[in-house]
Structures are given as C-alpha cells and as structure tokens.
C-alpha cells in the first residue's frame, strides 16, 4: 500500500477551492485503497491529531499562522516534528498544494532530504511584473528545482508554473479540479425574492477577485434593469467598498449582503439565482462556476487565466474584464436565464467533473514517481546553485545545513525508536469489540 502525504497551511476549518480540493483528493484516494494523511498548521480551538471522514488522519500542528493563515518560511523550524511523522505513518509520497504554502514548501525540501518523493499541485496563477510575485516565484523556483512531478489544474497555470519555476512543462501534468456534484443539486423552487431576476456572487472580497469590477457593474446594471437583485456572499479587505457603494447610490432594494457563507449553505444560496456571475481579474482554475452551474445558474464571467478551459461555451457566456462587457453580458443573460434547462445542465456538468477521476490521474503520477530513482547530493547541489551565484550558494549552505540537522535528530531519535500507529478500521474494530464483543463482523 502506498502511504501519501498531503500538505498545505490552506485546510479546515478554513474554506475555499484549494481546501476542498484537498479534503475530496484525501476521501477518493482512500477510497482507491491509498493510506492518506494531511498535516497543516493549528487552528483556532483544532490542534493535535483528529480524524475525519471515513478515517482520514489530519495532523493539525502546533504552528502559529503570521501573515493571515500561512506560516512563515522558517527552513528548520519544522523539521524536527514533520521527520517524526514521516517516520511514524511510513510515508512514500509527500504531495504539497499551492505557491504560497510555505509549510507545504519546507517539508517539500525536508522529504527530499529523507528521500521521499514529492509532487506539487499549483492552484493560481501569479503575475512576474511586481514584487510579491516576483519573490513568490523566486522562492518556488528554489523549492521545485527538485521536484519529482508536478501537477496544474489547466494549461494555462502549467505555462505559468513551466516559466514561473523553470520546470519542464514534460514534467507537469494538467489534471483539473472537480465538484462533489451532488452535493450541488438544482432546486428552482429556491428562488427568492420572487419577480425578480435575481444574480447570484459568491467570492473572497479581494482584489484578485474583481470586486472593483462588480462594484462598478453593480452600478450599470442596477440602473438599467430595475427587476434585478443582487445576492452577495463572501468576506474580506474589499467588501467595505462594497458597502459603500450600495450607501451611496441607494442599491438596499437591489442588492442583499450575505457576509461569509459557511460551505454547508452555498448551495442554498446559489439556488435562490438565475444567474452566477464571475469578476475575477485572474484564476487559475474557477470552482464556483462549476458549482453554479451544477445548480443550474446561467453563468456569467471573465475570460482570464484558465477559465475558459473550465466549462463549454453553451454554458457560460465570457466577458472581459470591464464593467462595460460584464454589464453587456449579463443583459445577454437575462432573457435565456427565464427559460433555462436547469435538470439538464446538472446531468451535463456531472458526467464532465468527478473527483473519483482527479483521484485516479493523480494515482498514476504517484506510481510514475516510485519509479524513478532518488536525486544524488551533487545534483541535489547543482540544482541549488542554478538559481545563481549569490543565491545558489546561499541555497547550498541550507541543504548543507539541512543534511546535517536530519543526522543529529538521527542519532537523538533513531528511526527504530518511533513508536508505529495503528490502522484506524483497526483501531475502529476493537473498540466495537471492546463493547459489543468479538462477534461484531469487520
């Protein structure tokens, strides 16, 4: 059995693409006969070890988030409790999601260290014209310079990745993300306020999102169409300009601020809708709109980044990125969302997106990996020194420094002195047996 890893400072309690995808990813692979476990940082009232479904182990350790839910990037910091449990649950594969995961990129380079093997999932797409990208970039093109594999959620983010971190874009493989579809299940009764046509946004309030955009678009089309209302959901630095706007240009009647929606109510929210609509400035790969769409919503959104790789063209209509566009489109929308096959697009967008199919292409990268053979040190040590003079050698130093701290925890705690843990449909079993005795069948 192989034994994975999956890492990021991004998971529950927090909500989001990147979190599901690792919570439904851990679920299927289990499923397919995989031992799965997830280490991510401590949250609010969730430390330690817990289990969730169908025994999925998370280790939730004790770092302390600096800079909103990432930790910082501290090298050595970690290494002592992540060899311990990479040790303790025999891991094979350590699999670390997203760029700006810098727990998930030190355990990356510890792994390497300890000889496992190691794939990257990127989730977005970064810019290389201004300097948060530029130092994001600089830091993951250090940490994948060893990488095994790497995976892309479209082609456009693996062109990004390939020219971010210098990878082989043959290295790389595109596997999308998918929706639970039935967990987003059309149900037009739902619709409310009634007599309107009501516009459905669910996203983070940043400016990656385009919430300039939708504030700008609120306006036009609150003008122009007085039978539209406007559902609003989601939180973060750029809802107060929302609010704002709906104070100054008197849009009460139209519009209706929902704050954060806990992942259990989108789908209600997204059936009150006839229409989803999209102002991202950039992504990767847009989950809401599979989900919108799933529901049964006319969707509406900006063609960037990989979007347009998502869903076909009968089921969306793409607009750039102006509120001039936007507003056009969605007049567009208007007249087909009064009269649109809801049952039948959620039949089509569940035969397109499964997670039982991103959970089998992700299984053969893994078994593609075990394959090959582990890096030697020299080209552990070319690899650092590719990424400059100055910086290369800085980077040798770390990995010198890296190899010598993992000999000292060596000795201090040989491998043979950690303690194995048991399976949990074992530990399930005998507890049962303890109580209903040893006539229980497994």
Aim: charged share 20%.
């Amino acid at each position: 059995m192989v034994n994975i890893c999956l890492i990021c400072d991004f998971f529950y309690p927090c909500l989001g693409g990147v979190e599901m995808h690792i919570f439904q990813l851990g679920l299927c692979l289990i499923e397919r006969g995989l031992k799965v476990i997830i280490i991510t940082h401590k949250y609010q009232g969730r430390s330690g070890v817990r289990y969730m479904t169908n025994g999925l182990k998370v280790y939730y350790c004790p770092f302390i988030p600096a800079i909103q839910t990432v930790v910082l990037f501290t090298y050595v910091g970690t290494l002592p409790i992540f060899r311990q449990i990479l040790l303790r649950e025999e891991i094979h594969i350590v699999h670390s999601h997203a760029a700006t995961s810098y727990l998930g990129g030190e355990l990356l380079l510890h792994a390497k260290s300890m000889g496992f093997k190691t794939v990257f999932t990127d989730h977005s797409l970064f810019a290389f014209n201004d300097a948060a990208s530029f130092h994001v970039n600089k830091i993951l093109k250090y940490i994948l310079c060893e990488i095994d594999h790497s995976i892309s959620v479209s082609h456009v983010s693996k062109e990004n990745l390939s020219m971010r971190a210098s990878l082989d874009p043959r290295n790389i493989s595109v596997i999308p993300n998918a929706v639970d579809c039935s967990r987003f299940t059309p149900n037009p009764q739902k619709r409310y306020p009634l007599n309107t046509i009501n516009i459905v946004v669910i996203c983070r309030m940043t400016f990656r999102k385009g919430v300039d955009l939708l504030v700008d678009v609120l306006q036009i089309i609150c003008k122009q169409h007085p039978e539209i209302y406007f559902i609003i959901g989601g939180d973060g630095p750029k809802k107060k300009i929302l609010e704002e706007t709906i104070q100054r240009y008197n849009l009460q009647n139209q519009t209706e601020l929902l704050g954060s929606v806990p992942g259990h109510q989108v789908k209600d929210v997204l059936n009150r809708g006839h229409i989803f609509l999209n102002t991202s400035l950039t992504e990767a790969f847009c989950i809401a709109i599979v989900e919108a769409a799933s529901c049964g919503l006319c969707v509406v959104s900006t063609n960037v980044g990989g979007i347009s790789e998502v869903l076909p063209q009968n089921m969306v209509l793409y607009a750039d990125p102006t509120p001039e566009d936007i507003s056009h489109k969605i007049t567009q929308a208007i007249p087909i969302a009064k009269n649109f096959y809801v049952y039948q697009q959620h039949e089509l967008v569940k035969k397109m997106y499964s997670w039982e199919q991103v959970a089998e292409r992700t299984e053969k990268v893994y078994y593609k990996i075990l394959q090959t053979q582990n890096q030697t040190i020299l080209k552990r040590f070319k690899d650092c020194y590719s990424n400059g003079q100055i910086y290369g050698l800085f980077l040798m130093i770390l990995l010198i420094f890296d190899l010598i701290f993992l000999m000292i925890l060596d000795f201090l705690q040989p491998h043979k002195g950690i303690h194995k843990p048991g399976i949990f449909n074992q530990i399930y079993k005998n507890q049962k047996e303890k109580v209903w005795g040893s006539s229980i069948q497994s």
